[in-house]
T-cell receptor, first 116, second 115 residues
Framework: AQKITQTQPGMFVQEKEAVTLDCTYD???????LFWYKQPSSGEMIFLIY??????QNATEGRYSLNFQKARKSANLVISASQLGDSAMYFC?????????????FGTGTRLQVTL | KAGVTQTPRYLIKTRGQQVTLSCSPI?????VSWYQQTPGQGLQFLFE???????NKGNFPGRFSGRQFSNSRSEMNVSTLELGDSALYLC??????????????FGPGTRLTVL
């Protein structure tokens, strides 16, 4: 079974609008961390935001927020006020807490295109 | 602080050759992980080194190996290259605590093309 599922291969959003990128995960470990990364065409993975499984509040970092619904095992990324520079691939990733050290498991990604 | 650096950025090799990629982590980070990214398989974990020891390993053949030096710099080696090894190889470093909250910071990647 897929540990991280991103069901949207591609998304379009108009500049200045908000967009939600979906991510669901599968784990039986009570301790885990969820991450979102942005990958522009240059290839570098840029860390955006982190949510821990025990965090009571949704994480926010500037225009990025994470809509964490633990019971539904979803961790959707919300980008507010989209900018042209937000056009990129976005990856959701998870690290589980038992015996897997620093390994991140990634989803297949969502390509976001911001239009004028 | 300087970010993660990877060299070379681009590499072209032929089948059967071997290749060595280098990664310098963020200062103070002792964990270095390597990932392979291809259009077909996505991002896959190769291995992780911590304090010069391999701490975790993905499901790749033995042709893929790595090492870490005392200054935390890491190298990965691929021997007997195959066409399917063409990929973007990403290195990431993270703080040494080993918890789920450790953020991995990635380098720009090395794009390997095997002809």
């Amino acid at each position: 079974a897929q540990k991280i599922t991103q069901t949207q291969p591609g998304m379009f959003v108009q500049e200045k609008e908000a967009v939600t990128l979906d991510c669901t995960y599968d784990t039986s470990d009570p301790s885990y961390g969820l991450f979102w990364y942005k990958q522009p065409s240059s290839g570098e993975m840029i860390f955006l935001i982190y949510q821990g499984s025990y965090d009571q509040q949704n994480a926010t970092e500037g225009r990025y927020s994470l809509n964490f619904q633990k019971a539904r095992k979803s961790a959707n990324l919300v980008i507010s006020a989209s900018q042209l520079g937000d056009s990129a691939m976005y990856f959701c990733a998870m690290r589980e807490g038992t015996g897997t050290a620093s390994k991140l498991t990634f989803g297949t990604g969502t390509r976001l295109q911001v239009t004028l | 602080k300087a970010g993660v650096t990877q060299t070379p950025r681009y590499l072209i090799k032929t089948r059967g050759q071997q290749v060595t990629l280098s990664c310098s982590p963020i200062s103070g980070h002792r964990s270095v992980s390597w990932y392979q990214q291809t259009p077909g398989q996505g991002l896959q974990f190769l291995f992780e080194y911590f304090s010069e020891t391999q701490r975790n390993k993905g499901n790749f053949p033995g042709r893929f190996s790595g090492r870490q030096f005392s200054n935390s710099r890491s190298e990965m080696n691929v021997s007997t290259l195959e066409l399917g090894d063409s990929a973007l190889y990403l290195c990431a470093s993270s703080p040494p605590s080993g918890g789920v909250e450790d953020t991995q910071y990635f380098g720009p990647g090395t794009r390997l093309t095997v002809l």
